[in-house]
């Protein structure tokens, strides 16, 4: 029996990962058939990709058929699975988004603030081509979608898009769990906890300990040990007692941007000073790394790639697979459809949230209202991110103009302006949709 | 490590079932001591039933120390679990819900129509009370319910008892799942459903088979073999095909009393005449039954006992003690809090839904909206639920008039004052609350 | 200034008292031409109607020019109001919604039960055709609604034709102010009752005497005089004290076919033994005052008029285009957008409800949660109209099933598919959307 | 007939202008008797301040009676209406409200921001007081609450007082009309906005001129004229034409505070610097306005009380009042219960909106869904409402920083807790809850 898996974008740095993870499962996930694809201007790397992933493939011995393609809708032919791991004008683009940001004073982050929506705007039209083809070609394959920002994607596509097995997934809840593990000193495996919110904007509300609720242990330790789960791209500070205490919950790293606005602009803006922007830390990595790539002796997954943001991505992706597969019915925390999981937010919008994962996809668990002191931000990022998908699906000016100024990290009339202007003439190449 | 379960209401005939379970269980389930409590007036059963579930355990050679009581409060001392099965005024006062709403051509079946009311008014304030002992003495333990009203009951105590470890349970479920596996040739395990609603107003939305959506096949296959899948206890008249192509779901029995008052009652009605109520009934089949299990000999359960309407309840009550205990995280079906999982129901009541089971108890599963065609005979049922409780709480007159008026089995703001009058008159000795 | 009034479906008996509510309101809207509409079947009697409309203007002096056409479009050029009055299928539709009903011992009744649903099915595509023209032609135009099932027929406009300028109008809440000013010996103008519900089956949540709130007083009054405020076309019965005691509102008097399911089938099954259904007994009416209106010496609105069972819905309908006209501000009944004013029922749903009348239209006034007596199945009747709108928008027959078996007073699978089957059949020529 | 009005806080320097209100409309509301009341430290000034406005009534001629008194439970004896216009603490709390924000790089105005806050939470206490009081003494009177922050103390008192007669009341909406009338030349009383959101987080959704909607050319002439309708009290920035066109509604004077919170804070830092605090700024035109009143020939209120950020305050509780007694029916913009009216906040807190004036009190106008640009704001503003309110009832220090970190005007974690801990050691005297 066949089990083919498409990824596009196929030659990210990542990739060595992915491929990795498919071997690790083998013998529950018996993969016969990868196709890396990619765009022609990135040609070349995923010529050097796809020769790594053949080494790594030959050394396990396993039958799994791999190559690559520059035409997507042949690699989506009789796909099982579509796992999307795109950037939209590349790391320049990127790297244009946090300049222009932080010269306003404003963050830039990739997934957050003007950054966030401008890579939004650039990713989520051509997320929906890629459905399209889907949804023509191999319409029962499940996407699984690590594109950032990953859940305003995931939503986009769900609401606008005719194929709707669509599956968003994120590191950070496997981070978070990692760093409880490591606190509590315990098995990662023992380890569960409730999530409740948005993509990059979630909360851990509690965590459970071989099911028993040992959240305010957690979270002293986590004050006592200053425990730092933030992923390498972003940065870290870390909380003060009163905030965790009266939180309650576990916050995810990018709740830094929200909460301590100040003094993460201020350390944004001193690393790019000193070191430029991240997507320029970012492009010297990936090109030590394609150079590693090359070496034709190199036949594993290089180290260097876990200290990237994004470690952990595929295994949340593989095991996603994993339980579609095999009907496994366990729960992972991924991007879906809320359907009333959280009373408080649209039915019909994507959370990010603990799900029962089976063939017919995921099925969120429902939470009960918001807790009062995350509930008025929570829903006015929710209404962003709407805001957001509006925009970038209609191009229309005034839409994404109303995006920019009501999210929390800009919300000033004038600034948002300028920054839409400048970032709307530098990506122009990538948003067709605003050039009507 | 001692494991102890309670057992109020033990000296029911179903006890040797949930005996039964505890042995099949034992090696992930390693109970250390049962209890079985019971009131004075069932002193002479609880010894019969104690006397045979020692021979059953006998027979096993397991080490599990059982015992029975008439003091509830010392049985309640370390409990673990504690399993509630009462039935408040016995057979003798369903006898009086049956007849006396077949006397004024009402279905008084016992968790439906005039009578499922009356059990409700009568088995909440004794509810309460048990969940107020167990809060006091063993405020750890899990109350697994199967009284009936099991839905009703259940939500009452979670919005009136400060014990909030609460689950009701019941069998109607599992039975579907049996016969979807016996008409589609497979095994149960293999079949999950989908269930929306609340306990005895449950559908079954879509039916999977390995986790394929196997819903239109099934409906098929329904009409095709005029499947029974009616519990002992109920009457069984098949569905039109009409009916279940526009429901697209799979009713569960007791919609029959809803979407074929006309005929259940007039079937009801000839059975009455025939053998006298359903409670006559069952007195003779308990009656026969307790005279089997005087028998020394006897040291299984017998097989008259899964004859019997509530068959399996206990496999569903033990599967929920042993996933907890063990916390599974698999997906059973329960009487638990809605908390969103279905928007169109309050975030505060309880549904019969799929939830994942945990040492922290279960999760409901997100449905999103109910299909309009069950949405306001749904809603109306759960709005009239929350009529019963507060009759039942309060003691109000007019607050049991309105439950009554607004069952869609009644209707009629006369006939609903008659059966009201007659029943509070009919069951004044355990409606201590109506009495002020 | 011209001030143009379209009347469709202008042939109607009722047509001279809405003539005569012109003419008393002309000081403050000040009508100058009004154009009655029917089709070709309604020729004689919209000539009538007319020949007497004219009469009644002429001994008013009033300069208002009327006219007849059966050219639809082109009375609605340059329209500023544009009643529709009209019944699809007339009086011959009606009698065989009422016998098929009453022959299989369910309610035919003009707009509950079947006899509702099948005039919904009949109406709503008709209306559509008119709201359409109304858009194309006078956009500007208000269309005032007196059209049958009038809730349902103005929330399927409201949902699907482009026209959003639309209202509902019915005579029962006027009626109910009426019978609450002669109980209370006070002027009607005095009198205001917060209305909760939809058409036919609005409650009066609160009735105020010049601002005081006295409802339990006028509940009082109507339980000791049995006061009968049904309309003509209706049975009248009366409430049991515990029923409106448990209410604590005031129903209305359709409510009696769901809360007297039994003794109003009882009474419509005598009275159509006796006299035939009540379509039959209009016919003789509406024969009878037809040949009134040839008199040519008729000059006023015949006093018999006011015996029907729609006697005031003109009242109703001129006071709302007075008021929009005027930009008045004040407080009417009207059925419009929910908008949250009911939060129990969809925000885009229409309800019976006091609204705020200005230039702009009606505004609803916000009611809060519905008392949990009535909230089960007002959402239920509720869920039903949309099953309904569904139903007659798409002509798909499981959707008129679902209707059908959902509604209260059906509510029983085969019943329904009998009903269904037979209306469907001998409206055939009125349902176009099921023949496809 | 008597009409009595206790007047709380009656030595304020606003009373001139509510006895002139009372005055104005003697013949539709023919007030008999006013009494001031006020705490012992403003003894002076009540004592001025009563002489003044007994020579007002004087001069007028009305058989009024006024007296003054600091026997608060005395003065509520048979009062028909009692306004509440206090300030716990005074003008100093003011100022250390606005010291100490601004100290820290934040705003620290009375309503918004971190001055908010503690107004609220310094006044709610006092106002429950009151509230009992009335409760106790005059239940039928209505309270009318012009004490700041007027949503949140009007919330905290609907949802935590026994007497529910509360309405609070705003200039705001008033002078917003007022400035609409200039900018389009018209009579104000052919105004009306269509409000939605909150006390000082209000926007005028709709402007309609004689009934006709005018929004877009309102929208136009405030760009051109760079029109200004701040009240005296605050900033006045002005907004840009992307703004305004994303917003498409107008904006409120507040609103300056969430959308140029940098220019405004700069701006209220250049004021502090030249001039000291708004409350220093304050301090001396009451100073100066009590001299003016002691002047025994003064018998008019003086022309500079306009110049006040709360001018019309009281022409709006007059207003108010008068439609109350009169039972009039009319529209006026209130801060009242939900309800619905916006179905995207919650059914039971407290919003600014349209209302229908009567006897019973005022009736929200539903507005349904709030538009997607302003959605997410308007909730979060809401739920950081609700946390004061639960920090102002509690004195819990945790809700009180989850408010302060929560205010979008301050969002940081490290910031919000300096904030804090300053405010409530500057304010203990007057934060008795926080003191258990």
Tied chains: 1, 2, 3, 4.
Aim: overall charge negative; charged content about 25%; aromatic content about 8%.
């Amino acid at each position: 029996m066949s089990l083919k898996v498409t990824i596009i974008g196929g030659g990210s740095s990542y990739t060595p990962e992915i491929i990795e993870g498919f071997m690790n499962r083998y013998p529950s996930f018996p993969v016969t058939e990868i196709v890396l694809v990619d765009i022609e201007k990135g040609h070349n790397k995923l010529k050097i990709v796809t020769s790594l992933a053949k080494r790594m493939i030959q050394k396990s011995g396993l039958p799994i058929k791999l190559s690559y393609t520059l035409d997507r809708r042949k690699a989506l032919e009789n796909a099982d699975f579509v796992a999307t791991q795109i950037r939209v004008g590349g790391l320049d683009a990127r790297e244009k988004d946090e300049r222009i940001s932080l010269s306003h004073g404003v963050i830039g982050q990739e997934t957050n603030g003007a950054g966030g929506i401008f890579k939004a705007l650039r990713t989520i039209p051509v997320m929906l081509d890629i459905a399209q083809d889907i949804h023509e070609i191999c319409p029962n394959a499940w996407m699984i979608n690590f594109t950032n920002p990953a859940g305003i994607v995931t939503e986009a596509l769900l609401k606008y898009s005719p194929h709707k097995k669509v599956i968003g997934v994120c590191n950070i809840p496997f981070n978070m769990k990692n760093s409880v593990a490591e606190m509590m000193d315990c098995n990662v495996n023992d380890v569960e906890i409730e999530f409740i919110g948005m993509n990059h904007f979630v909360f851990g509300r509690s965590v459970y300990i071989q099911g028993e609720d040992r959240t305010a242990a957690v979270l002293e330790k986590m004050l006592q040990q200053n425990v730092d789960y933030s992923p390498a791209n972003i940065v870290s500070i870390g909380w003060s007692e009163t905030f965790i205490h009266a939180l309650k919950m576990l916050p995810n790293p990018y709740h830094q941007y929200y909460f301590q606005k100040e003094e993460t602009l201020e350390k944004d803006l001193t690393a790019f000073k000193e070191n430029g922007t991240r997507s320029e830390v970012v492009k010297q990595v990936e090109m030590d790394l394609f150079e590693k790539y090359k070496d034709e002796n190199l036949d594993v997954k290089p180290e260097e790639l876990e200290k990237r943001g994004g470690a952990y991505y595929s295994d949340a992706a593989c095991n996603l697979m994993d339980s579609i597969h095999n009907n496994k019915g366990d729960v992972q925390t991924v991007n879906t459809m809320n359907n009333g999981a959280i009373p408080d937010l649209p039915t019909n919008s994507v959370i990010e949230v603990n799900a029962v994962i089976t063939k017919d996809g995921p099925k969120a668990i429902a939470s009960g209202h918001l807790p009062l002191n995350i509930k008025g931000i929570t829903i006015q990022m929710k209404a962003f991110e709407e805001l957001v998908i509006e925009a970038a699906i209609s191009g229309d000016y005034l839409k994404a103009y109303e995006a920019m100024v009501m999210n929390p990290l800009v919300q000033n009339e004038k600034k948002a302006k300028i920054l839409l202007d400048e970032l709307l003439e530098a990506h122009k190449d990538y948003l067709p949709q605003f050039q009507k």
